[in-house]
């Protein structure tokens, strides 16, 4: 009996189609949180009038808990999503014509955030636990957007908003309290999600493959338990 057909007769789904069904599964729940953050309130500062608002909260918690490329998609997903008509921005905006306001460059940033802050947690929590561990999240998380996010903004302020780039530099500091805060917010929160869940940042396909090979391997184990040892084998 195959492998394949003894892993189905035992009720365990395949590998690699459980793998592609719960990354999918993730990826859409995450999209639909971003924007459902979007949905809130937002706070417009500054002479172009680009708000405040939770969306970078739950670009940030989608790296820091799905790892680089799923974090990446949902991100994707929902920018997509929203460019292509659905009013899922910020304010209840959407459609290509956002790209011609003054938070372009931000929306244009968020996928490369989220990859940014998931790389980062893909080798934390592979390394660390509990305060160390959101440590190294928030970093990898302020990090992207100090990097990525607010200088696209800044560029896209400045092009969109008709200011010097200088001018939008300084008004693009009004955002940095806030995205501390939401940062820690989001590893904090993320460290919790992968003490619950440790196998999260994991492909779901090698997990389930991991739980297959171990069951195979048991089984000669406890077959061959009470027969003598091969010559040389240990």
């Known amino acids: 009996m195959s492998q394949a057909h003894s892993t189905a007769s035992a009720g365990i789904p395949r590998p690699r189609s459980a793998g592609r069904a719960g990354d999918i599964a993730l990826i859409a729940v995450f999209a639909a949180m971003l924007a459902a953050f979007a949905m809130m309130p937002p706070v417009p500062v500054g002479p172009a009038g680009v708000p405040i608002t939770l969306q970078t909260f739950a670009i940030a ?95 896209g302020m400045s092009i969109n908003a008709d200011l010097p780039l200088s001018v939008a530099a300084v008004a693009d500091l009004a955002y940095w309290p806030g995205d501390i805060i939401k940062n820690i917010l989001a590893a904090s929160v993320a460290v919790l999600i992968h003490r619950a869940f440790p196998d999260v940042l994991r492909r779901r396909g090698r997990a389930v493959a991991s739980a297959v090979g171990a069951g195979d391997a048991g089984a000669p184990a406890a077959a061959g338990a009470g027969e003598s040892r091969e010559p040389g084998r240990k």
């Open 61 to 155: 918690l989608c790296g820091m808990v799905l790892g680089p490329w799923r974090g990446a998609a949902a991100t994707l997903l929902y920018v997509v999503v929203g460019l292509l008509g659905l009013p899922i921005f910020s304010g209840m905006s959407g459609g290509i014509g956002v790209l011609a306001g003054p938070s372009a460059g931000y929306i244009l940033s968020f996928t490369l955030y989220a990859l940014a802050a998931g790389l980062v947690a893909r080798w934390a929590v592979r390394r660390f636990h509990g305060m160390r561990l959101g440590l190294a999240l928030f970093v990898g998380g302020f990090g992207g957007s100090l990097l990525l996010n607010h200088p696209l903004g800044i560029l």
